[in-house]
């Protein structure tokens, strides 16, 4: 099976400006969660979604929103950038809790 | 903030030795589980010892878990080059999600 998939891979863009991130999961996964890396506060959770749902969202302000697709495709959104949202966004997708499936992640840089 | 702390943040040894890492967790746990991260890549699923279990395999891995003290190890046995890389503990947080710790950096150097 092919694995997780994220899209793009690097992004640049300047404060004020959104950005949209999309990601694959594993066919036959229909849970899909979103991670923000940064070097200061490590690997934080977004949010989860499950079947279309967001079942749980981390401790991230509004600016940070999500979706999912029929087809389990997940899409992420950060609207009106800042400096702070500059991060490694990985995507995971499972068939349960147990084992997540990271992809490669999208390198957010934000000017 | 993080769940689990991990020790040392950073490891150097020499290749074939053994590597040991340690996460403390802080709140109850079906399961604790472990991943690699090759240099701002991706994260690699290594393994996952459930709150039941002491102690597990997996090829050159052995993870042990302590819930009475909060705490798992994870032993890298003769270890390769292709083994540097981050690793982080994680822990199920509830509410479909993961509670990683910050990391241990290992360096095996040849």
């Known amino acids: 099976k092919a694995g997780v998939t994220q899209t793009p891979r690097y992004l640049i863009k300047t404060r004020g400006q959104q950005v949209t991130l999309s990601c694959s999961p594993i066919?036959?996964?229909?849970?899909v969660s979103w991670y923000q890396q940064t070097p200061g506060q490590g690997l934080q959770f977004l949010f989860e979604?499950?079947?279309?749902?967001?079942?749980n969202k981390g401790n991230f302000p509004g600016r940070f929103s999500g979706r999912q697709f029929s087809n389990s495709r997940s899409e992420m959104n950060v609207s009106t950038l800042e400096l702070g949202d500059s991060a490694l966004y990985l995507c995971?997708?499972?068939?349960?809790?147990?084992?997540?499936?990271f992809g490669p992640g999208t390198r957010l840089t934000v000017l | 903030s993080q769940q689990g702390e991990e020790d040392p943040q950073a490891l150097s040894i020499q290749e074939g030795e053994n590597a040991t890492m340690n996460c403390s967790y802080k709140?109850?746990?079906?399961?604790l589980q472990w991943y690699r991260q090759n240099s701002g890549r991706g994260l690699v699923h290594l393994i996952l010892?459930?709150?039941?279990?002491r102690e597990k395999h997996s090829g050159r891995l052995r993870v042990t878990l302590d819930t009475s003290k909060k705490s798992s190890s994870l032993l890298i046995t003769a270890s390769r080059a292709a083994d540097t890389a981050s690793y982080f503990c994680?822990?199920?947080?509830?509410?479909?999600?993961?509670?990683f710790g910050q990391g241990t950096r290992l360096t095996i150097n040849p």
């Open positions: 994680a822990t199920d947080g509830g509410a479909q999600k993961l509670v």
């Open positions: 709140t109850s746990i079906n399961n």
């Open positions: 010892i459930r709150s039941n279990e």
């Open positions: 979604y499950f079947s279309e749902t967001q079942r």
């Open positions: 995971a997708s499972s068939l349960s809790l147990d084992t997540q499936y």
């Open positions: 066919s036959g996964h229909r849970s």
